[in-house]
């Protein structure tokens, strides 16, 4: 028997109704960014939370790798320890200035301490000595597995 209706497939109107959905939240979506673009503009983009932890994350794998390649060259007495304590320190210092913000490079021992970062401090001042001393005993070995651990527990 034939009949006189033809009929549509089934998904003719699934797909439509998920096009006009994805329009509406891509429309609303875009509504909103409009609406509070001048307020992410006035924000520093660094200073939103996934893009800080983003970039800690990157910051960290860089300076672990540059504290461990410091490890070998001591190790291999490529550098002495005075050159070393003086490398961790830098890499350290670069890393707390890129993870806060604040210019600790150029900063000194003293106005570290007003900055309210302990473990920072503490490692800091356990290589001020040996950094600028002619002749020095250092444990490179133990300033070096420090500076891993503060960079890897650094929030």
């Known amino acids: 028997m034939k009949y006189s209706?033809?009929?549509?497939?089934?998904?003719?109107?699934?797909?439509?109704?998920?096009e006009i959905?994805?329009?509406?939240?891509?429309?609303?979506?875009?509504?909103?960014?409009?609406?509070?673009?001048?307020?992410?503009?006035?924000?520093?983009?660094?200073?939103?939370?996934?893009?800080?932890?983003?970039?800690?994350?990157f910051r960290k794998k860089k300076h672990?790798?540059?504290?461990?390649?410091?490890?070998?060259?001591?190790?291999?007495?490529k550098i002495d320890g005075r050159n070393a304590y003086q490398q961790i320190s830098k890499e350290v210092r670069q890393f707390a200035q890129a993870a806060?913000?604040?210019?600790i490079e150029s900063l000194v021992y003293s106005e570290l301490v007003?900055?309210?970062?302990?473990?920072?401090?503490?490692?800091?001042?356990?290589l001020y000595v040996p950094e600028f001393a002619v002749y020095s005993q250092a444990d490179v070995a133990g300033i070096i597995r420090r500076s891993k651990e503060l960079i890897k527990k650094w929030r």
Do not use: C, S
């Open 5 to 18: 209706v033809v009929l549509q497939d089934p998904f003719d109107y699934a797909v439509l109704w998920i």
């Open 21 to 57: 959905g994805a329009g509406l939240i891509a429309a609303a979506g875009l509504v909103w960014l409009l609406l509070h673009l001048p307020e992410i503009k006035a924000q520093n983009w660094r200073e939103i939370p996934l893009v800080r932890r983003i970039r800690i994350f």
């Open 64 to 77: 672990t790798k540059n504290v461990r390649r410091i490890e070998k060259e001591f190790a291999e007495h």
């Open 100 to 103: 806060t913000g604040v210019p």
């Open 114 to 126: 007003m900055m309210n970062y302990p473990e920072l401090t503490n490692l800091i001042g356990q």
